[in-house]
């Protein structure tokens, strides 16, 4: 089983909607996670941390359940320029690696 | 520019032979990570440095790969005798340990063919 896995998309949504992402880890014990973006052949940029309570970061929400082993990203009101692969990312407390999943591609139509 | 650096930016290579990648970090992170990015997929790890000290490599990383970290600051990762199937982009990232939340800041990438 791996790691991480996210549902691969493509995600197609016109400007202005609300989409959200999911991701789920199968380590109980993961540590830290985080949503990155990654543009076509570009390196992967930190989108925002995912934090216990949750947190936000103007359109974008992370949210964890680790009851349930899953992370969320909601974007709203989607912008042309959040067209991008999104991907989850989980740090286990036994070791020092960091999981990627396989990302999830989203294209902002006009 | 403070961030992670990585050269060169691509490398065609014919099969067989040897080829070196290099990573600087951002100059404060004591950790390094090496990590492999093929089409479609999110990045695979390689191995990681704490300082100078090689700690942890995936099985994916065969003998023909070597990494090195000798002054605890810029890493190398050579590949030996390359491989049709190491064609990849090449990703270098690092962090700085010990904080709440550790997190990566990767470099551009090199991107490598190999004909």
Redesign the interface.
Known sequence: RKE?EQD?GPFNVPEGATVAFNCTYSNSASQ?F?WYRQDC??????LM?VYSSGNEDGRFTAQLNRASQYISLLIRDSKLSDSATY?C?V?TGT?????????TSLTVIP | DTGVSQDPRHKITKRGQNVTFRCDPISEHN?L?W?RQTL??????LT?F?NEAQ??KSRLLSDRFSAERPKGSFSTLEIQRTEQGDSAMY?C?SSL?GVL?????????T?LLVL
């Open positions: 991480v691969p830290s985080f052949r570009k390196e992967p940029k930190l941390s991907l990312v740090k070791g020092n690696q960091f999981y990627f999943g396989t990302g | 950790r990570y990590y479609g997929q999110g990045p695979e790890f990681y704490q700690l942890e990703l990232a340990a939340q550790e997190t990566q800041y990767f470099g551009p990438g991107r």
